[in-house]
Structures are given as structure tokens and as C-alpha cells.
């Protein structure tokens, strides 16, 4: 079924593009539209959406399919092509230029790089972009800025990537800026309003140089009340009158010589005085229409000027901004019967061309910091006419600014018209070379940042418990790495040798380092690792254990090296060298570049054993972006861990290396048995879960009936897991032999196995119900468990409820829950085990927490289940757990609002309903109940 249903899409979207290839336009969107109902999660699709757009000229449309691809797929090359190709389109040629650096210097196929090394070339030789690459631009600089007010900074980014590697941000989210952040050595926060507020609460801020450019409005707010001045190296204004107003305000929240008057630089490129220029009657006004703008008062002005000469025209460009002023001015313009004297001006493409036919330029606003409009009108020739706001003497000429109705209407019948001194007067005070020599001397005092500030942090966390033995030699190797932007952070397990002491001695003498340090030992070092990764400043961030090392001093560099040339991976590995307790080298492990389902297939058929080691380079946001901590599962949370990152897309190279070395002795974790077998067995289950067949068993041929493809998977994995179980109880399981190991208690491996061993009962029961096909193989290994366990029926072990001495633990049940296995079995089980009082609910959560993969969605189902038998106290319990876990699980949210209208509490009710996203249309009288 699922082979049939990926054999239409892939036939539809073959359609869609034959449509598209014949302009068939209306058909391919008909199809494009129905394709979309049923595979909403197919990036393929967005990017023929898009491509759909952009050949009928709908280029906003276009980026919004786009953006919904992305989505999806962030890595799509023809998502990413179509996003830079509208960028180019809109003029954005830095956005663009970005997009194709990045997709020409990745992993792409030869083909794809070729096509964007090409795209970036064309904008290169037409001037649009300087191609300054990693290895030549000075500094990496973000300019981050909300949408729709970056258009004064548009510029100096342009001219700052001539010689710096540039990225404009235009964000709508925190990620999107901490993404920005974490890139940059230098960030440039436009507008301190709430991009900059969430900018500098991010803590990987802190070892950036931070500039902030203040324009105006938001000394009228109390945004930058709520900014973290101590993290801005330079706050700057655009006017004094600012400033003075900004320290009125809020104090001395910043320190005065922190802050410097920029003001704002007109590019003259952009505009032209007209061949032959003379003075006409047509006045222009250009900006939004709102009360600072003072178009009643201009209008009241003009009306005036009228009265002495009817010959004039005002044409204002702009758009309207509220509906109550845009209402006074339009009736205001009937009143004083100025129909056919004021023309408003719609969006132009070619603001200097219009200006071409004008004489004046006016600014009649009640409140200014600079009015960009009029420094482009006075480069296009034309005489500026400016109202008296604050400091407008101080930016513009003293002659042409008027106060009242008299001296606008003197400016401006005044027959002197000089077209030459008006640009003059604009380029030799706000040319954007006067600006840009400013903004470097800004950057000068930068070059004293050191190559380990640039350098993107690099967070590594250890986790230790009675290494004292191996603790100077694990922390040498850190602090002796020739990379120094480092952040240690060590996580102690309640350590009972003197470990603890020793590591806080170091974390006096060396101020990179921290330790921290837990109430009680947790028993193994995934919480430790966890704690590490939500605490990590840096941009990267590599876990130890703390018998762990470097083996090259230029470990860290070399890592970081292969991640910061390709913008799209998330983790770099290498091979591992292999010591004993003396630190004599005596294997090596090496591995390979690997994908995704390569690192399912081989972890499964190694029975649980993972091929990609997790010590290595990770990108810190991808584990953020995507909601993940570090798995606890015993001896193998690192397989798991791997599996999930895979599974969400983490993008991987291999550096082959043996740049650390890793300690094999008795005392090392993967050594304890019990916990082996039962993180292994989880790692399995999370696979047959969490993955097709086709992927975990590549070499079968899996074309054939559902009835016989169900068979063959059980038959398979049945054959697999039994394997897994000889390993184990013949005690030949350890990765590497060492002959003078001890030996395990043959009674207590049965009782360590006996879940996989009812597993193998489970799925071979499977086997024998749907064929007979495989009856000789499955008897031969169900007799030979049955000898093993000195059984006597054929099918005591075939489902969940079993005899007192071979029950299921409850972490089996839980898995159940977890892997959607026999679920309402499981949950019966559980609850039987709660209502007896087996089982108590503060156990079930901690071991939900400690042993299962998605603690939240069990509790939930549980909780669930538990409200069904009107065992309400508890399911609030669990529900409420759940929601401390993962406040985001929809499933989660709806049942505490369900349980809480129930409850008679709809404003409880209404805070979880509020943050569902997807609303049940059953539930909709109760949402609408509760005002949601």
C-alpha cells in the first residue's frame, strides 16, 4: 500500500510538471491543489507551487510557498534556488547572493553547485554583490531587522559585503535570530525595538560585538526599557535630540560614550538631476500618511499658498496608515475643495524618474530623527521645503525651513531654484561614502577582537563520576587544545571519590569552566548530558565522558574547520582511538561518511549496536530547533540520541581522524549487562516504531501482498532478535573480547532476557498466524526458549498477562505504550497495576522519565485512559507531568482543557484550548464556551 501510494505521488507530480512545461497553467494548479490535500508534507510540491507562481508573476505568492517548503525541507535545493532567484527579482541581491554562496559550496550534486556558482557569478559581474568568501571577508556581520523596516539598512549592507561577509536577517521568530547570532562576530541590531529585546536576552550575545542603531519611535515606547544594554557594545542614534530624549527617558541605562550620532546616508547612485532642470509647480511629498506626518497641516499650507498662486499641484506618495486619519484628510481635501490639486501617488518602481518632473520636496512632519525623503529629493534637484520639527535646523539648510503658512509659501515662491547646490548640500554631509567612512571607524576599535572572539563558541560538556584517576589527563587535553573559545561545562554525578574537589579547583583557576553537580546519582550520564546541551552559550557543543580525551590538540579547530565551510551540517565526527586504563593506545575505531538509513539499517542488524559514534561536533541550534534532548536509555543513550537526530534530518561528515581517545575498561557503562539488554532492546523497538522495512531489511524485496509482507517483517526481525538473544545468553555480546573478563551468572542473563524473550513469543505468534510458510524455523527457536526457560505450554508467553514469575516489568508496558504496541493491553496492564496499588503514580512518571522515549506522549496516554475509568485526580496528575515535559503536545493541551472545562474551570480551560493548533470541529462549543 505504501509502495502504491508513493507510485502516484510520484506520477502526479510527473503531470504537474508536464503542465507546467506547456503552460497549462489553470490544470497544473487544479492538480497542484488536489496533489497537496493528501501530501501536504511534500517539499517537492511547494517548489512546483512556487515555480507555478513565478511563471504567472506572482512573486509574493511564490515566497510563500517557498517559505512553506522550507519548512519541511530546509536543505531543498530547489526550494533554496527558487528563494534566491526571488530575492534577485526584488532587488535583494545580498539575500540572493547568500543563498547561492551557500547552495555552491555544499554538499549539493556537482550539477546543482554549477547552476548556483553560475547564478552568483551573473550577480558578481553586474555589480550586485562582492563574492567575498570565508577565507576573505574580515568579519562575519548580521544585521538583524523585523520585516518591513529594513529599508535604511538595505545599503550599508550592500557596501559592507565588499569587504565583510554579510547576512541581512529580516526575522519573525527567536530562532531566526539566534541563528543570525550565532553566525556572526559582529551583529547589527536595526532598530531597538522587539527583535533587540529578544537579541540580547540570547545568551550566545554575550561573545559577540553588538552594535544598535536607534532610529526614533522607540524612545516613544518602553521597549528599550527591556533591552540588556550590558550585553551593546555601541548604542547609535541617528539624532542628537534623540539621544538627549533616550537618557530623559530611561536614564542612564547605557553609558554615554557607548553611544555615537550616525546620521543617515542617500546614496547618490540612485538619483540624477534631470537634463535642463527648471523650476515647475508641482510639489512632491513622500512617506507613509499618518499623524506624525502632518498632512493636515501641509494641506492648511498649501491651501494657503493657493490663494496667491492656483498653478500648484501636491502629489503625495505614500500609503495610508490609519483609516480614522486617512477619513479627516480626505474630507479635509473636500472641504477646502482641493480635488484637483492634491494626487495621491501609489507604490513607483522608479522613485527618481518620478522625481524628475517635480520642484520641491517637502517634509511637513510634526516629528522627525532625519526624513530620508528629503535628502533623495535634493540629490534629484529639487528645493527642500521643511517644517521646524526638532533639530531640523541642525540636518538641514537654515533657509528652508519654515515655521508657519507665510514662510512655506515664501520658500517656495521665491524664484531662487538651484538644482546643483541642493545635491551639494546632501553629498557633502549624508553621502553614503560619508556614512560608511563613519561605520568603519565604528568597526576599527573591532580588530581587537581576538581570533578566539571570532571564533564561534565551542561548548564541551563532560560528565563524571569517580574518575579521579583520568580527571587531569580528560582536562589537560581541553585546556591544551590550540582552538580557545571554549566553554566547559562539568556535570558531577555524585561523585564519592574526590573528583568533585579536584574539578572545582579547576573551575577556580580557569574562569571558561563550570561545574555543576547533582543532589544524587542518577545512575548514568545521559541527565548529565541533557543538563550540558540545555545550558551550552556556544555554537557547537562536544560531549565527553571524563575518561575521555583529546588525542590532537588540533582536535576542536579541525572539527570546527569542516561544520563553519558548510552552513547546511549539524555534526562533524572522526575516528576514535582506543585506550586502556595506562592511556596505551590499543585499537583504533574508524568509521565512515554514512546517511541516514544506512545508520538505521546497520544499527538494527548489529543488533542495537550503534556505527555513528556521538563523539563528535554538534551544531547547538539543530538540537534546539528540532526539540531534542539527549535520550536516557541506559548503556546505549547515544544510539538512540543518533537514531532521533537522523530522524530529523541531521546533516553529517566524517573527518577521518583519531582526534579522541576513548577508554575501554571494566568500569565503563556499556560493561553492565542488565542495562545493555535493556537499552539495546529499546534501541530495536524504537526502529521497528520509528522506521519502515524497507530501510531496517534494504535487501528484501519487500513488492509483494500486505498479508505476506507482514509475515516476512516478523519473520525477519523474529530471526534477528533471536540472534541478539543467543549473543547474550552465551555471553558473547561485548564489542571487543577480553579474555580476562568474567564470566555472567547464567540464571541471572535469564532473568535479564526475559523480555526479549517475550518479544520473541510475541512477533513469531505473529509469524504462525498469518502463513505457514516459516512453521519449522519459529517452533525450532520457540522449543528451544522454552528448554531454555523450562517451559511447559506452547503459548504461556503468547500475550502481555503472564504467570507471577515471568510477568512483564512495567518499563515492558510502558514501552508498549511508547511503541504503540498492544497499546490497550499495555494501558490495561498499567492500570491494573496502579488500582491494585503495584504500582504508584509518582513511580510510573519517574520511570516514564528515566527509561522511555517520549515520557510526555505515555503520560498522556495513560492519563487518558485513566480518566476514561474516572480515576480523575490521577489523570490530572499525568496530564499535568506531561504538559511540565513538553508544554507543546497537542494531545496534551486538549486533554487539560478537556479535564478542566469538565472541572468547571473554562479560564484554565481557555489558557490550554488557546495554544491548540489544530481544533477539533466537535469541540467547538465548548472552545467557543470558553472564549477561545
Excluded at 190 to 218: C, F, M, P, Q
Excluded at 233 to 242: N, T
Excluded at 430 to 450: A, D, N, R, T
Excluded at 709 to 737: C, H, M, S, T
Amino acid at each position: 500500500m505504501i509502495d502504491e501510494m508513493q507510485e502516484l505521488r510520484r506520477e502526479t507530480k510527473k503531470n504537474i510538471g508536464t503542465l507546467l512545461n506547456n503552460q497549462e497553467y489553470a490544470k497544473a494548479e487544479q492538480l497542484l491543489s488536489q496533489y497537496l490535500t493528501i501530501a501536504s508534507d511534500d517539499p517537492e510540491a511547494f517548489s512546483m507551487q512556487a515555480v507555478l507562481f513565478i511563471w504567472q508573476g506572482m512573486p509574493d505568492k511564490a515566497m510563500q510557498a517557498v517559505a512553506a517548503g522550507l519548512a519541511i525541507d530546509q536543505a531543498n535545493f530547489d526550494l533554496l534556488y527558487n528563494q534566491a532567484y526571488l530575492y534577485e527579482q526584488k532587488k535583494e541581491y545580498s539575500q540572493a547572493g547568500a543563498i547561492y554562496q551557500r547552495l555552491a559550496g555544499s554538499l549539493y550534486s556537482q550539477e546543482q553547485r554549477e547552476r548556483a556558482e553560475q547564478s552568483l557569478g551573473k550577480l558578481a559581474e553586474q555589480g550586485f554583490i562582492n563574492t567575498v568568501t570565508k577565507k576573505t571577508a574580515k568579519y562575519k556581520i548580521a544585521v538583524i531587522c523585523i520585516k518591513g523596516l529594513d529599508s535604511f539598512i538595505h545599503d550599508i549592507c550592500r557596501e559592507l559585503s565588499k569587504i565583510h561577509m554579510v547576512k541581512k536577517v529580516i526575522v519573525s521568530n527567536q530562532r531566526e535570530i539566534y541563528e543570525a547570532i550565532d553566525w556572526a562576530d559582529i551583529v547589527w541590531l536595526e532598530w531597538a525595538n522587539d527583535s533587540t529585546i529578544a537579541a540580547t536576552e540570547y545568551r550566545g550575545i554575550t561573545h559577540k560585538k553588538v552594535l544598535v542603531r536607534l532610529h526614533g519611535y522607540e524612545v516613544f515606547t518602553d521597549m528599550p526599557a527591556n533591552i540588556k544594554w550590558n550585553v551593546v557594545d555601541k548604542l547609535i542614534f541617528v539624532a542628537e535630540h534623540k539621544r538627549d530624549l533616550f537618557f530623559s527617558q530611561f536614564g542612564e541605562i547605557i553609558a554615554r560614550d557607548k553611544t555615537c550620532i550616525l546620521r543617515n546616508g542617500v546614496d547618490s547612485n540612485n538619483f540624477s538631476i534631470a537634463a535642463n532642470k527648471t523650476k515647475n509647480k508641482n510639489i512632491a511629498c513622500i512617506g507613509n500618511i499618518n499623524y506624525r506626518k502632518g498632512i493636515d497641516l501641509l494641506l492648511q499650507f498649501f491651501y494657503d499658498l493657493l490663494q496667491v498662486d492656483p498653478g500648484y499641484t501636491l502629489y503625495i506618495r505614500g500609503t495610508h496608515q490609519d483609516l480614522r486619519y486617512q477619513i479627516a484628510i480626505e474630507h479635509m481635501i473636500q472641504e477646502l475643495k482641493l480635488q484637483n490639486k492634491v494626487v495621491f501617488v501609489g507604490r513607483i518602481p522608479d522613485i527618481n524618474d518620478w522625481l524628475k518632473d517635480m520642484s520641491f520636496i517637502v517634509s511637513s512632519s510634526l516629528e522627525e530623527s532625519f526624513h530620508y525623503s528629503v535628502g533623495e529629493g535634493m540629490l534629484a534637484g529639487l528645493k527642500p521645503v521643511v517644517h521646524a520639527w526638532k533639530e531640523s535646523r541642525g540636518i538641514w539648510p537654515e533657509e528652508y525651513i519654515f515655521r508657519n503658512s507665510a514662510e512655506f509659501r515664501d520658500i517656495i515662491l521665491d524664484n531662487r531654484y538651484e538644482p546643483e547646490k541642493y545635491r551639494k548640500f546632501v553629498l557633502e554631509r549624508y553621502s553614503l561614502p560619508k556614512q560608511m567612512e563613519q561605520i568603519y571607524k565604528l568597526l576599527k576599535p573591532f580588530p581587537g577582537i581576538s581570533r578566539a572572539d571570532r571564533d564561534p563558541m565551542v561548548t564541551i560538556g563532560i560528565t563524571n563520576f569517580n574518575a579521579i584517576k583520568y580527571l587531569d589527563e580528560c582536562m589537560q587535553s581541553m585546556l591544551s587544545q590550540t582552538y580557545k573559545n571554549l566553554e566547559i561545562i562539568i556535570v558531577d554525578d555524585q561523585s564519592t571519590d574526590s573528583s568533585f574537589k579536584k574539578l572545582m579547583k579547576y573551575a577556580k583557576k580557569y574562569k571558561q569552566i563550570r561545574v555543576l553537580q547533582h543532589s544524587e546519582n542518577s545512575g548514568s550520564p545521559d541527565l548529565g548530558r541533557r543538563e550540558i546541551i540545555a545550558q551550552a552559550q556556544g555554537k557547537y557543543f562536544m560531549l565527553f565522558d571524563s575518561d575521555d580525551f583529546f588525542a590532537d590538540k588540533e582536535a576542536v579547530t579541525k572539527l570546527v574547520r569542516v561544520v563553519e565551510e558548510n552552513e547546511l551540517l549539524d555534526y562533524a565526527y572522526c575516528d576514535l582511538q582506543i585506550v586502556d586504563e595506562k592511556s596505551t593506545q590499543i585499537n583504533c575505531w574508524h568509521f565512515a561518511q554514512y546517511d541516514a538509513e544506512q545508520v538505521v539499517r546497520e544499527t538494527f542488524q548489529r543488533g542495537g549496536s550503534g556505527i555513528l559514534t556521538m563523539k563528535g561536533l554538534f551544531k547547538t541550534d539543530f538540537f534546539k530547533r528540532n526539540n531534542i534532548s539527549y535520550l536516557s536509555n541506559g548503556t546505549a543513550g547515544d544510539t538512540l540520541t543518533s537514531l532521533l537526530c537522523m530522524q530529523k534530518g541531521m546533516q553529517i561528515k566524517y573527518l577521518g581522524e583519531p582526534l579522541i581517545a576513548y577508554r575501554q575498561h571494566q568500569n565503563n557503562f556499556t560493561f553492565n549487562l542488565k542495562k545493555r539488554i535493556d537499552s539495546i532492546l529499546t534501541v530495536l523497538e524504537y526502529i521497528v516504531k520509528n522506521f519502515s522495512e524497507t530501510v531496517y531489511f534494504s535487501e528484501y524485496n519487500w513488492n509483494i501482498s500486505k498479508e505476506n509482507r507482514q509475515a516476512n517483517k516478523f519473520y525477519l526481525i523474529a530471526g534477528l532478535y533471536y540472534k541478539v538473544f543467543r549473543q547474550f545468553y552465551e555471553d558473547n555480546w561485548k564489542p571487543w573480547n577480553n579474555k580476562d573478563d568474567e564470566k555472567e551468572n547464567g540464571e541471572e542473563i535469564k532473568q535479564y532476557l526475559i523480555e526479549l524473550k517475550n518479544l520473541l513469543f510475541e512477533y513469531s505468534q505473529i509469524v504462525l498466524d498469518a502463513t505457514d510458510c516459516y512453521d519449522n524455523d519459529i517452533n525450532l527457536m520457540r522449543e528451544k526458549l522454552k528448554s531454555i526457560y523450562e517451559l511447559a505450554g506452547d503459548n504461556l508467553i503468547s500475550n502481555v498477562r503472564l504467570p507471577n514469575e515471568f510477568t512483564v516489568s512495567n518499563k515492558f508496558l510502558l514501552r508498549r505504550i511508547d511503541n504503540e504496541i498492544k497499546m490497550r493491553e499495555a494501558l490495561g496492564g498499567i492500570f491494573e497495576r496502579l488500582r491494585n496499588g503495584i504500582l504508584a503514580i509518582s513511580e510510573l512518571i519517574e520511570l516514564a522519565n528515566q527509561y522511555i522515549i517520549y515520557p510526555d506522549q505515555v503520560l498522556n496516554n495513560i492519563g487518558a485512559f485513566l480518566f476514561k475509568q474516572n480515576y480523575i485526580e490521577d489523570a490530572v496528575t499525568l496530564f499535568t507531568e506531561a504538559y511540565k515535559i513538553n508544554s507543546m503536545n497537542q494531545d496534551v493541551l486538549l486533554n487539560l482543557g478537556i479535564i478542566s472545562y469538565k472541572l468547571g474551570d473554562k479560564q484554565t480551560a481557555k489558557k490550554y484550548f488557546t495554544e491548540v493548533q489544530n481544533k477539533p470541529e466537535n469541540l467547538y462549543a465548548v472552545f467557543q464556551e470558553c472564549e477561545v
